[in-house]
């Protein structure tokens, strides 16, 4: 199993020291370099500004919002930093969720499953460069004739000759359908709250999309990027301080992330049995009562989601995530300390 250094999206302000992180990284022989983006800083420019830096890292969107560009800027964006890197590129997308893409982007949301197979194969279209780009789907009708048309647009081909027609896509999904059409119609797949526990659950999902006919993957060849934070303590208080630092994440994204009516986080959550404690979390935290939110928060779903213990029960929870097909870690790091350490740890 491969590791990769998830940046994220920004804060108020541009994170410090990620060069740092970077350089310690490739120089530990970590395998990628991940960039996401929510609505504020986007994932393509740190991914090439840090990625500049880097020779051997593969680097990746984890993930790109589908709905905030069209699939075509989508995919000259990858086949530019594709060229620019030497084929290091991974282009990870997902449909995002309701209040950003009509909030945010001014777009409409529905029918994600059916966006994201047009999508994708636009952009599979825009990379093999056998003929001009078309599409026929109701999302996203390439050429243009509808509303407001002039009526002169032509299906073109991109003018520069992407480096790869295969280079990977792999899209973020939660539910049974969209996990399942991920599994047939991309090349990995970047689960949120992936964990050994968990995992189960997935598996048929996963085998129905792998099943279908002109599927392009199988389990085999197929990637699944899981993102958790790792972190190495020498006892048990420094293990409760940092599942106690986690635990603020969880119930954002329980109960923060999404309108009460949909929030696909939550849904989630009730999928993996914490139906009750999701329900009271997310009104607490609409309700504006974070700290009571979180405080809700059980050590035993923390330590569920990520990976926190000694050196020994490192190792042993990463070979139980390996278990379960997982093929890359994407894990958060502060320092350049941390990054060694647990090269180090995985040996």
């Known amino acids: ?8 999206y920004w804060g108020a302000q541009p994170p410090t020291g ?12 970590w395998d990628a370099l991940f960039t996401a983006e929510a609505w504020g800083s986007d994932a393509f420019t740190p991914l090439a500004w840090w990625g500049r830096e880097t020779s051997t890292l593969r680097l990746g969107t984890s993930i790109v919002q589908m709905s905030g560009r069209t699939p075509t800027s989508i995919a000259m964006h990858a086949l530019t930093l594709d060229h620019l890197t030497g084929g290091r590129m991974i282009l990870g997308m997902g449909v995002s969720g309701p209040q950003v893409v009509e909030g945010w982007y001014g777009q409409p949301f529905s029918k994600p499953l059916a966006r994201t197979r047009e999508a994708v194969s636009i952009i599979r279209q825009v990379l093999a460069r056998e ?16 509303p407001r048309s002039v009526g002169l647009g032509k299906p073109l081909k991109p003018i520069v000759h992407p480096l790869r027609a295969d280079l990977p896509i792999w899209l973020g ?16 797949w970047i689960p949120i709250f992936y964990t050994p526990r968990s995992a189960g659950m997935y598996q048929p999902w996963l085998d129905e999309g792998f099943a279908r006919p002109g599927a392009r993957r199988t389990r085999e060849d197929f990637e699944i990027a899981a993102t958790c934070h790792l972190q190495i303590v020498e006892n048990a208080e420094q293990k409760q301080q940092a599942l106690d630092a986690m635990k603020p994440f969880a119930s954002l994204y329980m109960g923060g992330m999404g309108a009460k009516e949909q929030n696909f986080h939550t849904q989630v959550f009730a999928r ?4 009750d404690l999701a329900e009271k979390v997310q009104e607490l935290y609409l309700a504006g009562r974070k700290d009571e939110a979180t405080a809700l928060i059980p050590d035993e779903l923390v330590d569920d989601l990520h990976i926190i213990g000694t050196p020994g029960e490192v190792r042993e929870r990463v070979a139980q995530w390996e278990e379960t097909g ?12 941390d990054v060694r350490s647990v090269a180090e740890a995985l040996g």
Do not use: C
């Open 272 to 275: 993996m049995g914490y139906g």
């Open 326 to 337: 997982v093929t890359t870690l994407l894990l958060s790091a502060r320092t350049a300390d």
């Open 173 to 188: 999904a939660e539910g049974p359908k969209n996990v399942a059409q991920t599994a047939e119609i991309a090349d990995g």
């Open 18 to 29: 990620v060069a740092e992180l970077v350089r310690a990284a490739e120089e530990a022989g």
């Open 131 to 146: 003929t001009p780009v078309t599409n026929d789907g109701e999302h996203y009708p390439l050429p243009y004739a509808g």
């Open 1 to 8: 199993m491969k590791l990769g250094l998830q940046l994220g």
